[in-house]
């Protein structure tokens, strides 16, 4: 009888260990019902994704940051961003070097026309007083050269500050705007 109880628990251990064996491996996504080998030559390039360009990648990683407060010489989402420390928090996640200091931003990479502004650039902004000509203020584009400008930035607005999204036309931005950066290809 000892052989048999013997027997019994072996068994039950290999099963247990293929069971774990098994729950182990890596799930792999599930393969689509046409082989791409069925396919005509020229659609297998189809098949494949498209890579995502820097600058998609710089404003995902920017609207991740929506919400965030704002905070005076800030530059971490935890602990708050002010506008320069936005723009250097998000550039500084893909290994771009930015100046915590919208005085130093308006120098950046290279000046391109308001009409071709596009995602990923720096756009610059003058200070909130009406006699204001010094850079005051940035955020980044998120949208594409032709579309009116938007942009990502942390506001210092009394009412509704942080990271948010605006718009030049038609606000207050369009009176203090100053320069488009581009600092990506």
């Known amino acids: 009888m000892r052989y048999v109880w013997i ?9 247990l260990g293929l069971i774990g064996w098994r729950h182990s491996q890596p799930i792999h996504a599930p393969v689509a019902t046409q082989a791409a080998t069925d396919l005509p030559v020229q659609m297998t390039a189809l098949v494949l994704p498209r890579p995502v360009s820097q600058a998609d990648s710089i ?3 920017a ?17 708050g961003f002010d506008c320069s420390g936005f723009v ?9 070097a930015m100046p915590h200091s919208t005085a130093q931003l308006i120098n950046v990479g290279r000046e391109v026309p308001r009409q071709q502004a596009r995602k990923g650039d720096i756009v610059v902004f003058t200070g909130t007083a009406a006699t204001s000509t010094i850079p005051g203020h ?4 998120i949208s ?13 607005a009394r009412r509704d500050s ?24």
């Open 7 to 15: 027997t019994f628990i072996s068994l039950t251990l290999v099963l």
């Open 59 to 61: 404003i995902t990683f």
């Open 63 to 79: 609207l991740r940051q929506l919400g965030s407060p704002y905070t005076y010489a800030g530059s971490t989402p935890h602990g």
């Open 88 to 96: 250097m928090y998000v550039y500084g996640h893909f290994d771009i």
């Open 138 to 141: 940035a955020g980044i584009v």
């Open 144 to 156: 594409n050269p032709g579309e009116p400008i938007r942009f990502v930035h942390a506001s210092s």
């Open 162 to 185: 942080g990271v948010k999204i605006s718009e030049v036309a038609g606000t207050d931005y369009e009176r203090r705007f100053m320069s488009v950066r581009r600092v990506i290809r």
